[in-house]
Structures are given as C-alpha cells and as structure tokens.
Nanobody, 123 residues
Framework: VKLAESGGGLMQAGSSLSLSCELI????????MAWFRQTPGKEREFLAY????????EWPDSVRGRATVSRDNAKKMVHFQLNNLKPEDSAIYYC?????????????????WGQGTQVTVSS
C-alpha cells in the first residue's frame, strides 16, 4: 500500500488549503483514510478521517468548522481542505491509511503513511 500526497506549500493566512492523497497499490477492500499534521517536537495531530466505503467522517474539535474531508472512490483519492488558514496551521501534513481501524484518531491506529507535504502559512 502506498500513499501519495499532493498540495501544500506556502499559503497566506485566511486562505484555504487543499490536499489530495492517492491510494496506490491497494490490496484491501476497505480503508480508514486520515489526515494528520506534525510540527517539530510534537506528536502527530489528528485532523480528520473518512471511511473509504461508507464515507463516514470525523474531525476533532480543533478543526471542526474549518476542515472537510472527502473521497473519490473511482480515482482512489482522498481530499482534505482546511479553511481560514492561520500561521499556527504551519506543519507537515500526512495522509494515512489503515485497513483494520474503524475510528482511529491516533497515529498508532494507522499502518500506512504518505511521505508528508510541508505547509507554511504566512501572516
């Protein structure tokens, strides 16, 4: 299982971040797909998950109202959007997948990870 993220880069405060994750070489019928972010010296922070088959999704309170997550089953892609960006949203953003997790919100719940994409928000 391989994950390939795209998007990110240098963003302006107040703008919207759009990230995509392609599921490559998938071998399972269903996955829980998720987005995390990490800053130096901190643990990976859960941002959202979506169940590949059911479309059930969840976000933590820290980004609720600003974040959306969706999937395109035909293209095997998951999309994440974060609106009204703030400088504190600067981090490396990761896509994650797991065929066994049902409602994982911890990095330990996910076996497969993308390489990460840097997002820097300037004020």
């Amino acid at each position: 299982v391989k994950l390939a993220e795209s998007g990110g880069g240098l963003m302006q405060a107040g703008s919207s971040l759009s990230l995509s994750c392609e599921l490559i070489d998938s071998t399972f019928n269903n996955y829980l797909m998720a987005w995390f972010r990490q800053t130096p010296g901190k643990e990976r922070e859960f941002l959202a998950y979506i169940n590949w088959k059911s479309g059930i999704s969840e976000w933590p309170d820290s980004v609720r109202g600003r974040a959306t997550v969706s999937r395109d089953n035909a293209k095997k892609m998951v999309h994440f959007q974060l609106n009204n960006l703030k400088p504190e949203d600067s981090a490396i953003y990761y896509c994650a997948a797991d065929p066994w997790s049902v409602m994982g919100t911890s990095a330990d719940d996910f076996h497969y990870w993308g390489q990460g994409t840097q997002v820097t928000v300037s004020s």
